[in-house]
DNA sequence: CATTGGCACTCCAGACTCTTGAGTGCCAGG
DNA sequence: CCTGGCACTCAAGAGTCTGGAGTGCCAATG
């Protein structure tokens, strides 16, 4: 019983089981596979594979299936990433290729619908982590007179936006006001990353209260949405598509798709899931299979991801999302080129 | 056979369908409900009311459950508006209550997640239209010697971005240029509504060019991206809650969960399908059912949808979305009393 | 004339059985 | 180490049966 023939049956039996959906046998392995042995060779080789825990029978007398485990050999076992097939690329192109960019949520918008449709699995950009992106400039505009907005504009082009209520017992701000505080916050922040700026800011609570004892309410309360902006700048965000890739093919999941949805619609258990996932550093992607992802309503749930950003560094990540028994040299090699195609569109 | 008795059968009918899931009988009906007659005269009756078509059979000798047309006559035979449940209101004060509302995606985010809840279905809030919404500032910010990026903040608060590239064949743009073209694109737009504003733009650019020739290729992306950001100021966005909820009491669509998913993902029907339901003068909230609604893939599908605004005026409108067997009191009293909450918390 | 009890009829759902075929493990022989 | 053969197992599917819920119709009744 020779070593790579068996990996060869546990691939052909990872490949027949996500092809079919079905428990496969050691008969119809022999015919759909050049194996050169005959299915007794097999019979015993699928022992060994179940011995080590790699394959199970579903009930006694049935086919085997993959187990976490030898997904994961397999997995591991891939010799190298798959080149994109020619459709695969074309499907890119027509997908992502057309169009201007008008700004940042729509390219990830529309990269995440494609990266969804190419793998027909829930897809998961997560927005670009701006822990070190810079301020750029801050605004501050009054559109009642207790009533302002503030919007935070980094250097990598993101956008936050706070609206601030100044409270009722404090005196109504004025124009000038506005503009001054607006100069101070400015010149305190511009430039920083976020941590500084955070910092800087009560510096500029306390200099202003000096100067402007009857306003110090206003700049608290604005200097406090500012500070909310910038930690929202580390903070995750993401954008989702391709939900209905989970009910569609319904045989995906064994139990119901309730619970992955339900994981999917609380942002904070995918966010957290692609954090902790470190990229293989030869493909770029990384993978995690059933019980290896904590969360007990993924169980039988799989995660092929892939960090992205511009200039080499990674400044977020992305991924897909289905069953355990999904196409994973199709969904590696989806990802890696649409987190390129990303990191690429992104680079400034 | 009087004609109330009828309409009292039918309310029946639809309250146990939606409770039990079964179709119901004559026995079953007269035991849950103190009709105060006969099984044989509810027969009668629901011949009657299959006759009308309010009501069906799946198959001969089965209980009766009801058709479109009978949920419709159902609900338009509502007495009045279900106050809500004290249980209800508590749900409500505890989901949205609390915290401070930081801005307005926050605002709408938690609304959305809180009708989701309550009514168990899935939950959907269109972004405030803001066709009538005024400009209030337009910022402009350099990022690189190429890159700009343009903010659009309107009196209503909300705030739309554009990343602005400067062709490679036109002259770097410098600080000064920066300042100069947002002092002018300020000074068109300001307080104008958002049609006004687009119709002021090609004076800009007009004496723009005329006074830095050098610098109109320049001008004319940066005009093109506020156009783009005013024309989506008139457009739609939405946001949406408790997916989960389509599959988590499986039975709930006849068939597949796969079209209304898809449909949901593709956000233009469902943004298209709020905008054309008419709220009902009395109630405040409009309802579609089954049929009624034109997409193919929701033919099983209801929607309970209400306008909200600030002060009195509807701005956008919000809504919840599942299977036609819906308990369609609770839904409405819901999506009436979380529309009234969020009028009070957007009014300024 | 609406209502009611009785009655014959229909038909789905679930339980039960049977059969089939794919698949296995093991063993003896190459 | 591989292979063919053989006995064994077991789930899935096809039939069959039966109970019960439900209906429609009709004659009787207040």
Redesign the interface.
């Known amino acids: 019983m020779t070593e790579p023939r068996r990996l060869a049956v546990l691939r052909a039996i990872v490949e027949d089981y996500v092809a079919t959906q079905e428990p496969v046998g050691s008969k119809a392995l022999v015919e759909r596979h050049a194996l050169g042995v005959s299915p007794a060779t097999i019979r015993n080789d699928m022992a060994a594979l179940e011995e080590e825990g790699l394959i199970a029978q579903p009930h006694t007398s049935a086919g085997r299936i993959p187990t976490d485990k030898g997904y994961r050999a397999f997995v591991d076992g891939l010799p190298a990433v798959r080149p994109l097939s020619p459709a695969e690329r074309r499907a890119i192109d027509r997908l992502l290729g057309n169009g201007e ?5 729509e390219v990830l918008e529309r990269t995440v619908r494609a990266l969804a449709q190419l793998t027909h699995q829930v897809a998961v950009i997560q927005y670009p982590s701006l822990a070190r992106a810079r301020v ?2 801050v ?1 501050l ?1 009054q ?2 007179p207790r ?1 302002l ?1 503030l ?1 935070l ?1 980094t ?3 993101r ?1 936050e ?3 601030v209520e100044i409270p009722p017992d404090a005196p109504e701000v004025v124009a000038d006001l506005v503009t001054e505080l607006r100069g101070r916050l400015n010149a305190a922040t511009a430039s920083r990353r976020s941590d500084e700026a955070v910092a800087a800011l009560d510096g500029v609570v306390a200099t202003w209260s000096a100067a402007r004892p009857e306003d110090s309410a206003a700049a608290s309360v604005v200097a406090a ?1 500012l500070r ?1 902006a910038l930690d929202a700048t580390r903070e995750e965000r993401m954008v989702l ?4 890739n ?3 093919g ?1 045989g995906g999941f064994s139990a ?3 619970p992955v ?2 994981a ?2 609380e942002q904070v258990v995918v966010l957290r899931l692609l954090a902790e996932m470190a990229d293989d550093p030869a493909s770029g992607v990384s993978v995690r299979i059933g019980r290896e992802i904590v969360h007990s309503g993924l169980s039988d749930a799989a995660v092929v991801a892939s960090g992205y950003g511009s200039g080499g560094e990674v400044v977020a990540r992305l991924g897909i999302l289905g069953p355990t028994r999904m196409d994973y040299p199709t969904s590696i090699a989806a990802v890696r080129a649409v987190a390129r195609y990303l990191s690429k569109v992104l680079a ?1």
């Open positions: 960019p008008v700004d940042l949520d750029r400039h605004e505009v559109l009642a009533r907005v919007v504009i250097d990598s082009g956008v936006q706070r609206s949405a909310s598509a391709g939900t209905a989970l009910v569609r319904a119901s798709v309730a949805l339900e999917i619609e400034p």
